[in-house]
C-alpha cells in the first residue's frame, strides 16, 4: 500500500516523446505560468514578446491569426492590439487549462467582444482549420516542446494562405562562449530556484530548462521549415542569442512546388 501511495505522489516524468505528460506539466503550471515566466526571464520575455509582435503587425495581408502553443494568449492578444487589420484570431493549445486563462484574460480585458477569438484545443500536428485559411502563424515558447516540429511545419504550411507568415519566438543557446557559460549557470541554479520558491512543480520548471539546452539550433530549425516547403526564411537573435526569432513565408506557388 505504501509503494502505491508512494507512486501516486511521484511527479510525473516530462518528455516530449510522450505528448501527454507535457499536456499535464502545462495544465498544472497554467494559473501561474505568466507569473514565473516573468521570475525565470528576469522580464526580458516581454520585449522578446513585442518584438515577435511588431514583427509580425508588418505582414500586410494579415486578416486572420493562428497562435499555436498560444498559452495564456500574450502573444495573440498583444498582436491584436498592434495589428487592426485582424478581425479574427483561432488561439490553439493542448493544454485545456492554458485555454481557461486565455479565455479569462481575454473575458477581462473586453477583448473578446473586439475580436472575433476562437479557442481551440488541439495538437499543432494537427491543426483542425481548412486549407489555406490563415494569413499569420505565431509561435512562442512552443515548438521545442513539439513531438514532430517538421509535422507542424507542414500543418502551418497548409493552413497558411499564399504570403503567409509565420513567426517562431524561442529560448535558445548563445553562441558566444562566455555568454554560453553563464547561461548555463543560470539554466542549472537561477531557474529551477525560482521553480522551487514559487511553482508547487518543481519538476516542470526543471524539465523547461532542459528542453532549452535540448533544443534544435536555429539553423536546424530554418532546415526544418525549408524541408516543409517554407521560403524566405529570416532569423532574429534577441539577448546575445538567448532567445531568437525565426520568420518564414509561403511563397505564392508554394503548392505547385511541391509534389
Not at 54 to 83: P, Y
Not at 110 to 122: E, F, M, P, T, V
Amino acid at each position: 500500500m505504501k509503494h502505491l501511495l508512494k507512486a501516486r505522489l511521484m511527479p510525473p516524468s516530462y518528455n516530449k516523446e510522450s505528448p501527454e505528460t507535457i499536456q499535464q506539466l502545462f495544465d498544472h503550471i497554467a494559473k501561474r505560468y505568466d507569473f514565473i515566466n516573468s521570475m525565470m526571464s528576469l522580464q526580458m520575455h516581454k520585449a522578446w514578446n513585442s518584438k515577435l509582435t511588431s514583427l509580425l503587425a508588418q505582414h500586410k495581408n494579415g486578416r486572420v491569426l493562428l497562435d499555436l502553443c498560444c498559452g495564456t494568449g500574450e502573444i495573440a492578444f498583444s498582436l491584436l492590439g498592434k495589428a487592426p487589420a485582424l478581425h479574427k484570431a483561432y488561439l490553439l493549445d493542448f493544454s485545456d487549462k492554458m485555454l481557461e486563462v486565455a479565455r479569462y484574460k481575454a473575458d477581462k480585458t473586453s477583448r473578446s467582444k473586439k475580436h472575433d477569438i476562437a479557442y481551440l484545443h488541439a495538437d499543432a500536428q494537427a491543426i483542425p482549420l481548412d486549407r489555406e485559411s490563415v494569413d499569420i502563424a505565431s509561435t512562442a515558447y512552443g515548438i521545442r516542446n513539439i513531438k514532430s516540429p517538421l509535422a507542424c511545419a507542414k500543418e502551418v504550411m497548409r493552413v497558411l494562405k499564399p504570403e503567409g507568415l509565420w513567426g517562431i519566438l524561442e529560448l535558445t543557446r548563445p553562441t558566444n562562449p562566455l555568454l554560453r557559460a553563464l547561461h548555463t549557470l543560470y539554466l542549472k541554479t537561477f531557474v529551477p530556484t525560482v521553480g522551487r520558491l514559487f511553482a508547487s512543480n518543481r519538476d516542470a520548471y526543471s524539465y523547461l530548462s532542459e528542453s532549452i539546452k535540448q533544443f534544435t539550433p536555429p539553423q536546424k530549425l530554418a532546415a526544418v521549415l525549408q524541408e516543409a516547403g517554407f521560403g524566405d526564411i529570416k532569423t532574429v537573435s534577441l539577448a546575445g542569442g538567448i532567445a531568437t526569432i525565426t520568420l518564414a513565408t509561403k511563397a505564392v506557388n508554394a503548392n505547385n512546388k511541391r509534389t
